[in-house]
């Protein structure tokens, strides 16, 4: 039997798989009984911040990987489909109906049982009675002492935050536009089977024209690639937390370079909840506060979450000085969250600085931006690329626990470490997607990047093994490498399933 604790998206994901091999599992977790700061429900698999999964193609690394989970059978990726929100080229959920997808999944399921209770400790465990721990970045006290002892004493905190929401009907829709970056969207023929791209869509990193101002233009540089000019900018150098990589349906709120200047100042002397010394303190790059980012340069927000770069205000026919993009939140469009603005200034404060956004003068607060704790392990000291803790192989860690970030790598670690738990059980060998696909790349990142200078990462094609001849185009080069990632992945699936063969017949 396997023990998962934590009913997030790692230990649900890890659940679903281990329990459609035929291994019982029973599945811990402590909401209700003890809440965490975020966590609003008692759902598994919860989003507590955006509700996006980020974009969906595969010229993008983070496409690329949910659709190879996708051709694993994650539940994850099902309930997402079946919750799907308009998000543009990016998958966005309704919160609500995604958590009620996987709670009713898992209940259902005859082979897992859910406890609601906290684990205090990492239980007993051998090969044929594994453990999972996917208790995920607010792991409870009492399990995180119980880790550290494991790991030696090695496990870190850093801080990340998140964004405020704002209620649809308390939008000024006059002075708002909907668009998409580069009017870009799902609606557009992509269709991923044929790897093809869309017409007309200008490469990311390229210039952007028409913005009516003296200063330099912020680049459109979600991938992080360029080099900021120098001593003007600091931009986040990894995809932010809870931006859709510049692609979506959003309302977009314009500001002139006057209204951005008074946002700017007054961003920049609010007062903060919490004092966090940022530069002491580990940080993820992507997750920074506005204010911290703000703080960097009077033009850093205009090169990071209000780059005005591919959007069009209708009224001017021109590209904003910058520009707030709000992400529909709920199916029905009730809610909006405001793309890349997680924040610590106090909730007051907060009020007053986002209603210098024009559309948001009159904006009612659903929930406001605050910073919480991250928990991680030290990957390559601790894992292996199975996810098993070496110095323990019947223990696993998956999730933002085992040292990835955000929820589809989440989901994904869970995923595997969920069916490499099942194959120990079964007395079958474990192993992982090569490092040519999305979801290897990640476990081969966990376990082998640098163990001195460690942070957790989101999935980049940066982190995947180049290729041997890459075309020359940026685009072709993603499309290139998407396309080895998925008949890699189907060769991995093939020699799995033929082991498993292999091994029933020879027991
Ligand atoms: C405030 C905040 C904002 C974030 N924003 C984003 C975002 O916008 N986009 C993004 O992609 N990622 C975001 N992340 C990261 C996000 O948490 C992870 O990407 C994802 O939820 C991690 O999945 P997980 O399964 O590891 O952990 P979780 O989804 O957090 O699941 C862990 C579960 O374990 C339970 N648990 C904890 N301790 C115990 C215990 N001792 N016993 C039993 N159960 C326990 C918890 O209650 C929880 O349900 C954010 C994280 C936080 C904390």
Redesign the pocket.
Known sequence: MLRI????????EAAWQAASTGVPVTL????PL?P?A??KTDR???????N???GDKLDNAVGLLKEEMRRLGSLIMRAAEASRVPAGAALAVDRERFAQAITDALSAHPLITVVR????AIPESGERAPVIV???????D??SADIAQLVGGKHLYFY????PIVLAETIDRSKVFRASRWNRSLRSSFDPSTLREPQGRPEQGREATGSGSSRATPRDDTLGTSEPARGELVEPRAPA??VDDGEGDYLNCPLTRDEYERFYDALVTAESATVHDFDKERFFEG?LPIEVMAHRGRDTLRFGPMKPVGLTDPRTGREPYAAVQLRQDTLAGDHFSLVGFQTQIKWGEQARVLRLIPGLEQAEFVRFG?V???TYVNGPRVLAETWQVRARPSVFF?????GV???????AS?LIAGLNAAALIRGEPLSSPPRTTAIGALAYYVSHADPAHYEPSNITFGIMEPLTRAPRSKMARKLALSERALAELQTWLHGRASQSVSQVSGA
């Open positions: 604790i934590g009913g997030g998206l790692a230990g649900s811990f977790e402590m909401r003890r965490t975020v966590h598994l698999a919860e989003l507590v911040c955006s996006s999964f980020r209770e906290e684990v205090t996917a208790t995920g970045p607010l792991t409870s009492a399990l990340d935050a998140i964004s937390c809870g997750c605050m919480h704790r991250n998956a999730g933002q626990m085992s970030e955000g929820y589809v790598e989440s989901a869970g």
